[in-house]
């Protein structure tokens, strides 16, 4: 897979999310407004975008007192990591 592919992928996966994070916090200040179902948020997340769900999570204040999501998604960004580390090595054999 060619490199720069990939980091335009994960810098457009994490704007996103952050984007839909910021959404959500807005939305979640209307008394009647339909969410972004949770399940939702951390597919975001999984696919690439961790690094935007815990900006979005630490900066807006959104999302950090449910456990899902303060365990979750460190635990999905320390996976991404372990994979990529993982990848490098193999890769660069």
Request: glycine share 6%; net charge positive.
């Amino acid at each position: 897979m060619d490199i720069k592919l990939l980091l335009v992928y994960l810098a457009a996966i994490n704007i996103v999310t952050f984007l839909v994070y910021a959404w959500d916090k807005r939305l979640a200040k209307k008394s009647n407004a339909r969410r972004i179902p949770e399940k939702n948020l951390l597919l975001l997340a999984a696919i690439g975008g961790s690094v935007g769900a815990l900006c979005a999570m630490y900066k807006l204040r959104h999302k950090t007192l449910h456990k899902k999501f303060f365990i979750g998604v460190p635990a999905i960004l320390l996976a991404q990591a372990a994979l990529g580390l993982y990848l490098h090595l193999k890769l660069s054999v």
